[in-house]
Structures are given as C-alpha cells and as structure tokens.
C-alpha cells in the first residue's frame, strides 16, 4: 500500500501498535497536498512508522492539521492560555468550562479585567447569566497551546489526533497520539506529560461499526445506486475504512463512488484505488486539449485558468467571480473519456471593478465580430490591476492582431496577452 501513497506530508508522533510506544511516523498522501490553513476533508492519509514500518490509514478529518481552535471548539485552562471574550474557560477543579461573555451590559462592564493581584471574568455556563469569576493573578510564561485544549474523558469523541489536551480527572496535559483498536474496543491514545501512555474507551456512538455489518451495508447501498457499475468494483473494510477496487467506466462514476462512500453514516472514509477503463489509448496531448476547449468555453465566465495532463492526471487552476461560479465545470472535465484522475483548485474572488468588467465585455463582442479573427475564442479580464487576455487563437497573426485591437479600445498597452495559438 505505501506505493500508493507518495508524497510525504509532514512528520508527527503517534502511537505504533507494533513498537508498543510512541515514535515518529510519517504522514503520505496519493497527491502532493498543501497544509498551510488545514486540509479538506475525507482526505486519506497513510501513517508510517519511521522505526518499523508498519501503517495504518487515517483521514484528514481525523488529524489536528494545520487549524487552530475556533472558540467554540477548544477549551482554555486558567493559567496556561491567554484569555478573550469568546474563549470557552474551565477552571481547575470546576464543574464544567464556560464562555467569556463579550459584556455584561453594554459599555458598563466588561468581561475580562485584571487587578493588581487578580483576575476578574463574567462566565455564562450553558447560556445562563453570566457569572463573576475572581482568580488569583497567574503570569503566563510559556503558552503550550494558544488554541486551547480538549477536555478529556468528557471530550474524548471530539479529540483529533495531534490536539493538546487535559485530563480533569488526573490534572495533567498531554497529547492525542492516535486511534487504535484494543479488545474489540476503539479507544484514543494520549501520551501524557509524565510520558505515560493512557487508552481511553471512545463512546459507543462513535466506536467502527463490525466490518462485516459495514460491507454488507456499503454493498447494498452501491448496488442500488449503481447497478451498472457496481458489479465491477469490490469492496473490503476494515475499521470503518471504505477501500473500492475495480475498473469504472468513467471519472464521474469514480469519484460519484467514492463522494457516496464518505456520506455514508458511520464511515470513517474512503480509499480509491478504482481505475477508469482504457476502451482506446487517449494522449495527454489531447485531454490537455480537450479541457482546454471546455476551459475556453464563453458559457463559463472564468480567467486565469491552466490545465495540464500528466499520465492521464489533469491538474486545473481556476479563478472567478463569486457569482459566476462554474456549477458543472467539474463534473464535465470528469466525464471526458480517458481521464484517470482530476485536481481542480477554482479561487472565487469578489468582483471590485464592475463597470471595466463591462467594458472588457464590450471588447470580446468587437474581438468576436473581426473578421480577421475569425475562428477565435477571447476573453478579456480586469483583475490584479491589470487587463489579461485568454483563449484561443489559430495562428500568430491573430494573437498579435488581438492585442493590437484590444490596445486600442482599452487605450492602454497594459494587456498580458496569454492567448493560445492552436
């Protein structure tokens, strides 16, 4: 399986069922994923011991990765975080953590205010009225976790691995190393700061449905949803992890696999190792060149795109304004024959300039009514303060004698000229 996997993420530290500790593994994806502000969802990634080898498949929904606490999400602990209103706040020893309201009454009292040897804050517990709090004042140091901690055992079925987290009942802090499987219970693993390893028991509703159950529902389930295509494709779980092999007619029905899969109740998510049947070898040449027409289409009102094709893989950039956004553009690449596999980034933007963008769709219709330009597909663009211009031409004449016409209506030699000859 790690042949499927190859591009290394990141390293962190998480508990190996085989080394019976905690060591540093490796995180792999099928494609070269970006963590910078997080990760999308239903996301598989292989986790790789760096000592011994041995895997196992978690999903990016299931790591703490790259996305810092919400405030409604992570609790802060009195002395060891930095409060503001909105923070949810337990205190040592207390019942249950509460939010710091952002006043009491309207420009009277505030939330969170300090004396000479105190701290004062209005807590609202469950909605209620808020509550005055009085702590002695506490410097903090050294913030492990600005984001927060979750609040462990209560909290144990929202923990990701990789959280910061608090043990009320033993007061010690600690860090969630993994999900592991041990007497037929799921539990979370937390290394603790004493370096002590604690398994905790995740609740029923949330413990992996049996393997057997979960095949025979996914099976079902696929079959009657797609009947014509299910009959080539197996299916095999474990730990309520989905894996579908097999040979599909399309992208479209590929990925409709597998987006059926991940909204299944009770499943982790899906593995794909599904291939789209080869009928007649399609090169990267012409499915570059077919989702360069569907890119160039007037129907969608897109700029700044680019599209490669390598070994049967597209890789598309996009970008729009947000009310212009292509609905079916997706779906349409998916369907063209021969297409393995699809990496589609569209970046919606606000649209700041509307009369330009007027005037650029006045200079498409001039472009398009140019005799000399016969056989053309242009597009004219204001964004990032400057005019670009896309599409398709069929020989360098026309390029240049686009630029020239669109010189003169925009009267600024300020164009980038991106137009293809083909």
């Given at each position: 399986?790690r ?7 990141y390293t ?46 978690a ?41 710091v ?39 903090i140091l050294?913030?492990?976790s ?9 909290q ?11 043990h009320?009942?033993?007061d ?22 004493d ?6 028991t995740?609740?029923q509703?949330k413990?992996?449905?049996?393997n057997?159950?979960?095949t ?8 009657q ?19 579908l092999?097999?040979?599909v007619?399309?992208?479209a029905?590929?990925?409709a696999?597998?987006?059926c ?60 304004f ?6 079916d ?26 009369d330009?963008q ?65």
């Amino acid at each position: 399986m790690r042949s499927q996997f190859p591009h290394r993420l990141y390293t962190q530290r998480l508990f190996c069922r085989r080394c019976r500790r905690v060591t540093r593994h490796g995180l792999f994806a099928k494609e070269p994923y970006s963590t910078y502000g997080g990760m999308t969802p239903h996301i598989p990634l292989l986790c790789s011991c760096d000592e011994c080898g041995t895997t196992f498949v978690a999903f990016s929904q299931e790591f703490a990765i790259g996305v810092g606490g919400k405030g409604s999400d992570y609790t802060k602990i009195y002395g060891k975080n930095r409060i503001v209103p909105g923070n949810w706040l337990y205190f040592k020893n207390s019942v249950k953590p509460g939010i710091v309201k952002s006043h009491f009454k309207p420009g009277i009292v505030k939330s969170h205010f300090q004396t000479e040897d105190k701290e004062v804050f209005l807590i609202s517990y469950d909605g209620g009225a808020p509550e005055k709090v009085e702590c002695p004042k506490i410097p903090i140091l050294n913030e492990d976790s600005p984001e927060g901690y979750r609040l462990v055992p209560a909290q144990t079925a929202q923990v990701l691995i990789g959280d910061s987290v608090y043990h009320a009942i033993r007061d010690q802090f600690g860090l969630a190393v993994g999900l592991v499987s041990d007497g037929g219970k799921d539990k979370l693993a937390i290394l603790l700061d004493d370096n002590s390893l604690l398994f905790i028991t995740i609740p029923q509703s949330k413990q992996n449905v049996p393997n057997a159950m979960l095949t025979e529902y996914v099976r079902q389930k696929l079959a009657q949803l797609f009947p014509d295509d299910f009959r080539r494709v197996q299916v095999t779980v474990g730990q309520g992890i989905v894996y579908l092999d097999g040979i599909v007619r399309s992208l479209a029905v590929k990925r409709a696999l597998c987006a059926c899969v991940n909204n299944m109740p009770r499943v982790r998510g899906c593995v794909d190792f599904m291939r789209v049947q080869m009928e007649t070898y399609i090169s990267d040449e012409r499915l570059e060149g077919s989702i360069w027409r569907l890119l160039d289409t007037p129907a969608f009102k897109i700029f700044d795109y680019t599209a490669e094709v390598k070994e049967s893989k597209a890789t598309v950039t996009l970008s729009c304004f947000d009310f212009n956004f292509p609905k079916d553009l997706e779906n349409r690449i998916a369907d063209l024959p021969g297409l393995q596999d699809l990496s589609l980034t569209i970046n919606p933007i606000p649209e700041k300039n509307p009369d330009i963008q007027v005037t650029c769709r006045v200079i498409e219709g001039e472009l398009a009514q140019n005799s000399r330009l016969a056989g053309s597909i242009i597009r004219l663009t204001y964004f990032n303060n400057k005019y670009v211009m896309e599409g398709r031409v069929s020989n360098a004449f026309q390029k240049q004698w686009a630029l020239i016409n669109a010189v003169k209506m925009v009267r600024t030699a300020s164009i980038e000229n991106r137009l293809r000859v083909c």
